[in-house]
């Protein structure tokens, strides 16, 4: 059984508010110093991402956030933007798993992750060898609020979003069910969401086995995986 860490990074996204270019590489390049071989890291254009289609096939589509944040996002498309490439996380997952075991597993980690409050490299290795000691046998995500309806509206914190773990024979039918719920509803609303709230949507159509955890957007949400439910 191994546990791979997956990150990736679109390098012409958006004109980030929150996150200069350069200190945006410095954090992705901690993370590879962090986990090293531990660590497989995707890059791809912003026009090759899946859901830089639905971009072009809904040209007005808006973000379902209704208040973009200011401080990130000079316009709503940016955000549209930048929910496209939240989503390829689930594409990158489905392609690593692909060259893996079926007892094998992804472990989603954001390319900025070590921004967060209290996350180090050592916490970051730590819940790599939890996973290996005590493998899950779901999706399993840590999570700041129970299942409950989603309101697109807004951020959904089911789920944080920065971290993931799915079992590599799961990964291919995640990445479905998440085209599926992501284009669907942006056919229908005109409103493409994030990576997270898209998460709990499938969660919600109790398709695929998932597993939760209460944590924050710290290091809470590397340390308390072991009080999966």
Known sequence: MRVV??????PDAFPARHLSPEQFANLGQR?????GERLVVHERRWDDCWAANIVRTIPDLLPSCA???ADRFATPGDMVRSNV???ERFRWLAETAAGLGADDFVAWIEW?????RGVTPEILRGFLDAIERDPPTAITGPGCWPVS????????WRFVGSCLVVPARLAGDLYAAVVGVASTRAAITRRLSWDMNTLAFVELLSVL???WYPAG???TQFTRYGERK
């Open 67 to 69: 208040s973009p944040p």
């Open 217 to 219: 957007h710290d290091e």
């Open 31 to 35: 993370l590879r110093d962090a986990l």
């Open 112 to 116: 900025s992750i070590l921004k967060q």
């Open 85 to 87: 490439v939240l989503l």
């Open 5 to 10: 860490a997956v990150t990736g990074f679109v």
């Open 149 to 156: 309806l989603v309101n697109d509206s807004e951020a959904h």
């Open 209 to 211: 086995p998932f597993s």
